[in-house]
Protein backbone atom coordinates (compact mmCIF):
# COMPACT_ATOMS: atom_id res chain seq x y z
CA UNK A 1 0.00 0.00 0.00
CA UNK A 2 1.65 3.13 -1.00
CA UNK A 3 2.09 5.55 1.74
CA UNK A 4 1.02 9.30 1.68
CA UNK A 5 3.73 11.71 2.28
CA UNK A 6 3.60 15.43 3.29
CA UNK A 7 2.03 16.58 5.96
CA UNK A 8 2.20 20.19 6.36
CA UNK A 9 2.80 22.69 3.52
CA UNK A 10 6.28 23.20 4.12
CA UNK A 11 6.77 19.65 3.10
CA UNK A 12 5.34 20.19 -0.62
CA UNK A 13 5.42 24.09 -0.77
CA UNK A 14 7.79 25.03 -3.75
CA UNK A 15 7.99 29.36 -3.61
CA UNK A 16 5.08 32.11 -2.81
CA UNK A 17 4.83 35.26 -4.53
CA UNK A 18 3.58 37.64 -2.37
CA UNK A 19 3.73 42.05 -2.29
CA UNK A 20 5.38 43.78 0.55
CA UNK A 21 4.23 46.74 2.73
CA UNK A 22 5.03 48.74 -0.38
CA UNK A 23 3.37 46.99 -2.64
CA UNK A 24 6.57 45.33 -4.47
CA UNK A 25 5.95 42.09 -5.35
CA UNK A 26 8.88 39.52 -4.46
CA UNK A 27 8.87 35.85 -5.03
CA UNK A 28 10.59 33.17 -2.20
CA UNK A 29 11.68 29.67 -2.19
CA UNK A 30 10.75 27.10 0.25
CA UNK A 31 14.08 27.91 2.73
CA UNK A 32 12.74 31.68 2.67
CA UNK A 33 9.52 31.04 4.94
CA UNK A 34 11.43 30.60 7.56
CA UNK A 35 8.94 27.75 8.48
CA UNK A 36 8.40 26.95 12.45
CA UNK A 37 5.43 25.68 14.51
CA UNK A 38 2.19 27.71 13.90
CA UNK A 39 4.85 30.42 12.21
CA UNK A 40 6.83 31.78 8.85
CA UNK A 41 8.00 35.09 7.33
CA UNK A 42 4.16 35.67 6.81
CA UNK A 43 3.52 35.26 10.58
CA UNK A 44 4.89 39.15 11.40
CA UNK A 45 4.77 40.97 8.33
CA UNK A 46 1.85 42.96 6.27
CA UNK A 47 2.84 41.01 3.14
CA UNK A 48 0.03 39.29 0.99
CA UNK A 49 -0.43 36.30 -0.45
CA UNK A 50 -1.03 36.23 -4.20
CA UNK A 51 -0.10 32.24 -4.87
CA UNK A 52 2.37 29.48 -4.02
CA UNK A 53 3.18 26.86 -5.81
CA UNK A 54 3.39 23.44 -4.44
CA UNK A 55 4.77 19.98 -5.66
CA UNK A 56 2.20 17.29 -5.18
CA UNK A 57 2.46 13.40 -5.67
CA UNK A 58 0.58 11.55 -7.89
CA UNK A 59 -1.24 8.98 -5.73
CA UNK A 60 -4.07 6.05 -5.25
CA UNK A 61 -7.46 7.28 -5.80
CA UNK A 62 -8.91 5.73 -3.17
CA UNK A 63 -5.91 5.62 -0.52
CA UNK A 64 -6.06 9.48 -0.87
CA UNK A 65 -10.06 9.59 -0.61
CA UNK A 66 -9.41 7.04 2.21
CA UNK A 67 -6.87 9.68 4.06
CA UNK A 68 -9.35 12.56 3.24
CA UNK A 69 -12.66 10.69 5.11
CA UNK A 70 -9.80 9.91 8.17
CA UNK A 71 -8.29 13.30 8.89
CA UNK A 72 -12.29 14.95 7.91
CA UNK A 73 -13.72 12.26 10.61
CA UNK A 74 -10.64 12.80 13.32
CA UNK A 75 -11.49 16.77 12.75
CA UNK A 76 -15.18 16.78 13.06
CA UNK A 77 -15.31 14.41 16.10
CA UNK A 78 -12.40 16.23 18.56
CA UNK A 79 -12.92 20.09 17.12
CA UNK A 80 -16.32 22.30 17.41
CA UNK A 81 -16.30 22.72 13.51
CA UNK A 82 -20.28 22.79 13.61
CA UNK A 83 -19.39 26.22 15.85
CA UNK A 84 -18.63 29.79 14.90
CA UNK A 85 -14.88 30.31 16.01
CA UNK A 86 -11.77 31.55 14.40
CA UNK A 87 -10.37 28.08 14.40
CA UNK A 88 -8.21 26.94 16.90
CA UNK A 89 -7.52 29.90 19.55
CA UNK A 90 -4.46 28.76 21.49
CA UNK A 91 -0.71 27.30 20.33
CA UNK A 92 0.51 24.23 21.73
CA UNK A 93 3.02 25.49 24.56
CA UNK A 94 6.98 24.42 24.75
CA UNK A 95 6.21 20.80 26.52
CA UNK A 96 2.84 20.60 27.36
CA UNK A 97 -0.65 20.45 25.42
CA UNK A 98 -2.46 24.00 26.27
CA UNK A 99 -6.18 22.25 25.33
CA UNK A 100 -5.31 19.90 28.24
CA UNK A 101 -4.17 22.49 31.06
CA UNK A 102 -7.28 24.77 29.80
CA UNK A 103 -9.48 21.36 30.38
CA UNK A 104 -7.93 20.66 33.86
CA UNK A 105 -8.45 23.92 34.85
CA UNK A 106 -12.09 23.53 35.00
CA UNK A 107 -12.35 25.97 32.12
CA UNK A 108 -14.67 23.88 29.04
CA UNK A 109 -17.71 25.48 29.06
CA UNK A 110 -16.64 29.07 30.66
CA UNK A 111 -18.22 31.70 28.56
CA UNK A 112 -17.81 35.50 28.93
CA UNK A 113 -20.74 37.08 26.79
CA UNK A 114 -21.36 35.19 24.14
CA UNK A 115 -18.01 33.88 23.67
CA UNK A 116 -17.08 30.26 25.44
CA UNK A 117 -14.24 28.14 25.58
CA UNK A 118 -15.66 24.95 23.77
CA UNK A 119 -16.93 22.17 25.74
CA UNK A 120 -15.80 19.58 22.52
CA UNK A 121 -12.15 20.88 22.57
CA UNK A 122 -10.54 23.31 24.80
CA UNK A 123 -8.27 25.08 22.30
CA UNK A 124 -11.15 26.51 20.95
CA UNK A 125 -12.90 29.46 21.85
CA UNK A 126 -16.79 29.68 19.91
CA UNK A 127 -18.78 32.70 19.38
CA UNK A 128 -21.70 30.34 21.38
CA UNK A 129 -24.29 33.62 21.72
CA UNK A 130 -23.55 36.77 19.04
CA UNK A 131 -19.94 37.12 21.02
CA UNK A 132 -18.74 40.57 20.62
CA UNK A 133 -14.63 40.57 19.30
CA UNK A 134 -14.17 41.88 22.83
CA UNK A 135 -16.01 39.22 24.92
CA UNK A 136 -13.29 37.09 22.98
CA UNK A 137 -10.59 38.81 23.67
CA UNK A 138 -11.62 39.29 27.70
CA UNK A 139 -12.37 35.50 27.40
CA UNK A 140 -8.94 34.50 25.78
CA UNK A 141 -6.81 37.02 28.75
CA UNK A 142 -9.12 35.29 31.10
CA UNK A 143 -7.69 31.73 30.20
CA UNK A 144 -4.11 32.94 30.20
CA UNK A 145 -4.54 34.51 33.28
CA UNK A 146 -6.18 31.15 34.80
CA UNK A 147 -3.33 29.17 33.51
CA UNK A 148 -0.68 31.40 34.20
CA UNK A 149 -1.74 30.88 38.07
CA UNK A 150 -2.70 27.50 38.72
CA UNK A 151 0.11 25.82 36.54
CA UNK A 152 2.86 28.84 36.19
CA UNK A 153 2.52 28.18 32.67
CA UNK A 154 2.29 31.18 29.72
CA UNK A 155 -0.18 30.05 27.17
CA UNK A 156 0.08 32.25 23.79
CA UNK A 157 -3.10 32.99 21.53
CA UNK A 158 -2.96 32.08 17.81
CA UNK A 159 -5.86 34.74 16.98
CA UNK A 160 -4.04 37.81 15.79
CA UNK A 161 -6.29 40.98 17.30
CA UNK A 162 -5.62 43.85 14.97
CA UNK A 163 -6.66 47.12 15.95
CA UNK A 164 -8.15 48.15 19.43
Do not use: C, W
Request: charge should be negative.
Amino acid sequence: MQELSGNEIKDILLETKYLDENLEEHIIDNKEHHFEYRNSIFSNNKYIILESTFKLEKGDINLITDKIKENTLKRTTSQPLDKKSAGSTFKRGDGFITAKLIDEAGLKGYRIGGAQISEKHAGFIINDNNATAGDIIKLIKYTKDVIKKKFDKDIESEVIVIGE
